[in-house]
């Protein structure tokens, strides 16, 4: 089911696609039509938005039948087995709003990305710290590390809402977030985000129609500051 994306009706000419591995998900407000939800593979949901100009349009008979995508017929599978969207389960939890120069902030992601490790296994590591520290107006710190090379950026211009990210990580004068390898592999194309919500889980970025979340590592990150010289 993870392999598919889930086609829902929104209001007359639009459409919302959803897709998720469970760590992340992505939506997106199409135009296009659906007679009801309907999960089609990942792969007939792309040529049909690339064949129809941005929009998808999905012809399907009842629940369960083969669906029409850009002409070609393709399978479909139950949308009630498709995974509830995480902004979906249980209450809203609390999230700070990162506030200031985001295309600048996803520029420095991009930039310390490639010192973090590619190796899921290793979740302190397989992330980009993001650290905030009291008395440092409108500045982030991002740091990546593998074990072998670090990657450190002061982003300028860029603070969390109150000054303080959420828990989990307190660090001395400050406070910090694990956040996702895969938020980093993306920084690049989130640049044009209008929105970064950040929470002691997981964060959430936001543009227009669109919006993509993804859960934070467990951690910890490790000590950095001992490696680097005075």
């Not at 070609?72 to 506030?99: K, N, V």
């Amino acid at each position: 089911i993870l392999s598919h994306v889930l086609v829902s009706k929104l209001g007359a000419g639009t459409v919302s696609v959803v897709a998720t591995d469970i760590d992340t998900a992505f939506s997106a407000i199409l135009p296009g039509s659906v007679p009801f939800p309907v999960c089609i593979p990942v792969d007939a949901a792309i040529r049909g938005i690339k064949e129809q100009g941005g929009r998808i349009d999905v012809d399907c008979k009842s629940p369960g039948a083969p669906a029409v995508v850009a002409g070609i017929s393709t399978p479909t599978l139950p949308a009630a087995d498709f995974p509830t969207p995480p902004w979906q389960l249980g209450e809203a939890m609390p999230a700070t709003r990162i506030e200031g120069d985001l295309a600048g902030f996803f520029s420095a992601l991009a930039e310390v990305e490639p010192f973090a490790s590619e190796d899921s296994t290793r979740q302190g590591l397989h992330g980009v710290y993001l650290e905030s520290f009291a008395g440092e107006d409108n500045s982030l710190r991002l740091v990546a590390t593998d074990g072998y090379r670090l990657g450190l950026r002061w982003v300028r211009g860029v603070y969390p809402e109150g000054g303080v990210l959420p828990a989990p990580g307190m660090t001395e004068g400050g406070s910090s977030i694990l956040l996702s390898y895969k938020v980093a592999t993306l920084a690049t194309q989130l640049r044009v985000a209008t929105e970064f919500l950040v929470a002691p889980t997981h964060v959430i970025v936001r543009g227009d129609g669109w919006q993509f979340w993804a859960r934070c590592p467990e951690g910890p990150f490790p000590e950095y500051l001992q490696v680097i010289p005075d």
